[in-house]
């Protein structure tokens, strides 16, 4: 295929993401590097905040003679709104003190309903935070319950509010096709979403992994399999109710109300940017760049260990925590851009797929999946259709 010519560095953003790896509780579903109380032996809070510093004084080091500041910071999780605000705030002040910060930068940090309060949040806007996204999941109690979320639905409003007093913008985490959950309830959680008057609103199809807890519950038959054509459903659903309510999507699983409300950093990732993940478990990538001797060094991203003390273990003893690397060729990145920019509203120019898919692009149009009349001015941009079958159109575009 036609190979995109890399961006050089310091042409491309660079953003820092941080895992914070805590949760009251492990959901059901989740399969995230994520521990609750008791699962980790010897692995404390404060630890964790000391082992993070740590990691970003290396990373820079890293990163010497690259002057690029952060244009995002994202926390996520976990909950990192699980760690104290002054905690959250000691990590956002190492990303100032290593990498400093862009003008307008976005920082942005995960939250769960119950683990906000006023003051914690207007802390957190405070020192520079500027949006939060709240993992609202479902309005409906028994959805909830079967994914094992411990909020009260009444905190989201509550968390909400808060957020608009301390002056952050507001993103709404939503999940859909749960087992048992009908479409009747998932419009009800959508509707109680665009109620709150969020900035965005993500919303994700439910995949059960086999090493979850409700893998095990689907095997054992103890929960219904996903129904995808349900899914389907919800799914436009989704979009039908936020563009009537405002919202324009520009990726497939997130809309927003105005295109300045899109999550920065998300886009980063997928427009192919850099970033250094920062904690246990944490993935970075790096695109093509000069090292700090002149060298030429290709793209590759890396991985950290998942075990909070086998990873605070290492950047005790100053050694990396990278677990595996990954160089990229160009022609994993050629691949990479197709798959990864397909998802965005603003689709992928036709020149960055090889020349010899024109028969397929013509397939694509003919079945509905990409817009024949973005095609015909060089762009190809997924239908509503093309965004449920958009691994369709990745496998006939690569």
């Not at 310091?10 to 820092?16: E, L």
């Not at 997130?254 to 944490?282: F, K, V």
Request: with cysteine; aromatic share 8%.
């Amino acid at each position: 295929m036609s190979v995109a010519q890399p961006q050089s560095a310091p042409m491309r953003d660079f953003g820092v993401y941080i895992h914070v790896p805590f949760c009251s509780v492990r959901c059901g579903y989740c399969d995230f590097n994520t521990y609750a109380p008791g699962e980790v032996e010897g692995a404390t809070r404060e630890g964790y905040v000391e082992a993070a510093l740590g990691e970003m004084k290396l990373a820079r080091e890293a990163m010497t003679g690259d002057a690029r500041a952060a244009s995002t910071v994202f926390f996520g999780g976990g909950t990192p709104t699980m760690l104290d605000p002054k905690a959250l705030i000691a990590l956002l002040n190492g990303v100032r003190q290593h990498w400093g910060l862009a003008e307008n930068a976005e920082i942005s940090t995960e939250a769960n309903p119950d683990s906000v309060t006023a003051a914690s949040l207007s802390a957190l806007a405070a020192a520079g935070f500027t949006r939060v996204s709240f993992g609202m999941q479902s309005a409906v109690p028994s959805v909830l319950a079967t994914l094992e979320r411990t909020h009260n639905p009444d905190n989201v409003e509550r968390a909400v509010v808060y957020a608009r007093q301390a002056g952050l913008a507001v993103s709404l985490d939503l999940i859909y096709g749960t087992p048992g959950e009908t479409l009747e309830d998932w419009n009800a959680s959508l509707d109680a979403a665009i109620s709150l008057g969020p900035d965005h609103v993500s919303a994700y199809a439910l995949v059960i992994e086999p090493g979850t807890k409700m893998g095990a519950q689907l095997r054992r038959g103890e929960v219904e399999p996903v129904d995808l054509d349900t899914q389907a459903d919800m799914y436009e659903a989704a979009e039908a109710r936020l563009s009537e309510a405002g919202f324009a999507w520009y990726e497939v699983s997130n809309w927003a109300r105005e295109p300045s409300q899109a999550c920065r950093h998300n886009m980063a990732y997928w427009r192919s940017q850099d970033w250094w993940g920062i904690g246990p478990g944490a993935h970075s990538y790096l695109g093509p760049r000069v090292g700090s001797d002149g060298t030429t060094l290709g793209a590759e991203r890396w991985w950290n260990v998942k075990h909070p003390r086998a990873y605070a273990a290492r950047i005790g003893s100053g050694e990396s925590p990278a677990q595996e690397r990954e160089p990229l060729t160009s022609e994993d990145l050629a691949l990479e851009t197709v798959m990864l920019r397909i998802r965005l509203a603003e689709g992928i120019p036709r020149d960055l797929v090889a020349p010899d898919k024109t028969a397929q692009i013509a397939a694509l149009i003919g079945d509905g999946i990409v817009d024949g009349r973005a095609a015909m001015v060089g762009r190809l941009v997924l239908t509503l259709r093309g965004r449920l079958l958009a691994d369709a159109a990745v496998r006939a575009l690569t």
